[in-house]
């Protein structure tokens, strides 16, 4: 089996299991089999979903760095499945918060989106990776040529609104908003300084 076929039959099917562990863990801990959501489940849930939504977002920013950095260059073929398990895990952070949360009253959810600034940012987040998402198929990649490269670069911005969203809404402990932050800003600075190297590789 070449190395190809190992990533189609093996790699693939093993990550693909290991990703959707966080959405099987809150199934269980919903049913009581794994754990206990505690006082408030529907903010438990939330958090739930969006923290690991910001985890994917930043193990899918991460890809082209370290294949780049180990030239392993099959790492690539992960990225579309961790960008897709990333917009799922927003997806469902957004309808706890849309169907247990606010109980689809419309109003209130519109009101909310409009002047709550750290929930307007979520929101724009998540229209961007569901753009992102909706062409991610090698047939939308065709079809939209370079303006599918641009589209796809937005996913720097989901990063950055995802960051500001949950530093904006925790209230007393901010550390995990830190550590989201540095890991960004780290990924930002190699992008940043590898396109700034670009130019000046021949002078």
């Known amino acids: 089996m070449n190395t ?13 299991t290991i990703c959707l562990l966080p959405a099987l863990q809150a199934i269980g801990d919903t049913l009581g089999w794994t754990g206990d959501l505690g006082g408030n489940p529907v903010e438990a849930l939330q958090d739930h979903f969006g923290n690991w939504g910001l985890r994917f977002i930043m193990i899918a920013l991460a890809v082209t760095p370290l294949r780049q950095l180990t030239g392993r260059n099959w790492l ?6 961790l960008g897709l398990f990333a917009f799922f895990y927003v997806l469902m952070h957004f ?5 247990l949360d606010q109980s689809l009253r419309w109003s209130a959810i519109l009101e909310d989106i ?3 600034p750290f929930i307007t940012l979520g929101f724009a987040a998540l229209l961007t990776l569901s753009a992102m998402a909706a062409t991610s198929t090698a047939g939308m990649r065709r079809r939209l040529g370079r303006r599918w490269q641009q589209l796809h670069y937005g996913v720097y911005l989901v990063g950055i609104l995802g960051v500001w ?9 901010i ?6 932050a540095a890991i960004l800003s780290v990924l930002l600075s190699y992008r940043l300084l590898r396109r700034w ?3 000046h590789a021949g002078g």
């Open 95 to 99: 309808l706890v918060w849309l169907v």
């Open 114 to 116: 409009v002047e709550r």
């Open 76 to 81: 690539t073929r992960f990225r579309r499945m």
């Open 165 to 173: 969203h949950y530093w904006w809404q925790v209230k007393k402990d």
């Open 197 to 199: 190297r670009k130019p």
């Open 4 to 16: 190809l076929q190992q990533i189609r039959f093996v790699w693939k099917p093993l990550v693909f």
């Open 175 to 180: 550390s995990g908003a830190l550590i989201y």
